[in-house]
């Protein structure tokens, strides 16, 4: 039986690999997943066997671990509303870097109390209180910062019916406070190599690990935060790795290291999207004031016979969703209207996605999927921006930040951001609730524009009554 551990793991592995590869375009994603989830699969299955082998199983544990943890998993994938995929995610990403913090804790703790006991591969105790220390410092570092993250991105946290807002707060001597903590958690690991047997320095990492993850992401805001997300993702797979050298767990390291590699590549990715450096992000908190801008223009509101009519007649149409789109659940009533006026008129229908749309990377993809537009439709936004000087008609769903011209500034906290050129169509149609400034706090120009027309109100209630009066044309 033993024989065919390495078997499991390498193809557990491999599983997490081919997944990976699939996760990389829309059409292939929920097959990546299936492949991750049966990678999984697999390797738990593997480690329940070595468990046996080995006489270590426990198997009351075992099964209450997977019992209470499928049932766990169920009821949030049942429950999560896509608007709230953003701070699921988050909260995952918190979750996966304490778990192996705590794996890494209990592990090194075995070898700090037995003397007797040989650490995995053949390694000193001292290259483990390493490892345990470096996962207690990312993996803590993670479960703060990741929690701070989804009551940032669900805008606050209720408390006995009260509502309380989630602070942004960021002062420029705080950046020096985050340095010092880092260096004092390696100072405390080199003190640790020193006296192992000293588990005071294993707490003081971890207290210290919790705070620096607050710190971290208290003064990030504004459109940002899909950039924290993927790197929290990318802390949590590196503790996962951590683990795993701890633990003597070759899938565990790769799996781990495949996570960190994967997180860290998208976050930079949302970096250039954003036009920010990752120190940029961390230390300069663009948009991390919290300070809103105060509104003092109006504008009148059309109405959906108003702008049925023109649509009309329009060759091109270019949708831009944005959060409102996923506040509204209005992506069926979007893909309805796509329809209609691509079978009544004859339009061009395209989508122009933003990298950062939404609260997370690949959200508008995801909801898009989810009503069936055709992928061929989704565009990216470095190769549709040229095509709206000759578009028609430009409906944004909610996007505020991604189409905001503020971002061609060098001021503020959008400065420098790609945006989606939507301004340059021939009409923009805006549908939101009002003219309120958007995750970021800064107003649009766009809103004021003589071309620009508003149709204010709830996503799904604006796309259905538009659809109702384009029927009736």
Known sequence: MEEWIPIGYLLSAALFIFGLKKLGHPRTAPRGNQYGALGMLVAVITTVIKMEAAGDAKWTLIIAGLVVGSVIGIIMAIRVEMTGMPELVALFNGFGGAASALVALSESWKYIEDTTLTVPSGLEIQVIMIAAGLSALVGWMTLTGSILAMFKLKGGISVFGKWFKTPTWGPTWLNPVKVLLVLSVFALIYLSI?????????????????????????????????????LLNSLSGIAAAFTGFIVGNSVLIVAGSLVGASGLILTFIMCKAMNRTLPDVLFKSFGGSGEKAELTRTKVGSDADEVAMMVDGAQKVIIVPGYGMAVSQCQHQVKEFADLIAEKFGTEVKYAIHPVAGRMPGHMNVLLAEANVPYEQLIEMDEINSEFPDCDVAVIIGANDTTNPAARSGEGPLAGMPIIDADAARTVVIIKRSLSVGYAGVDNDLFYMDKTMMLFGDGKAMMTGLNNAIKDI
């Open 194 to 230: 020193d006296d192992p047997r000293n588990t005071d320095y294993l707490w003081a990492i971890i207290a210290i690990s919790c705070i620096l993850g607050i710190v971290l992401v208290l003064p990030i805001g504004g459109a940002d935060m899909p950039v924290v997300v993927s």
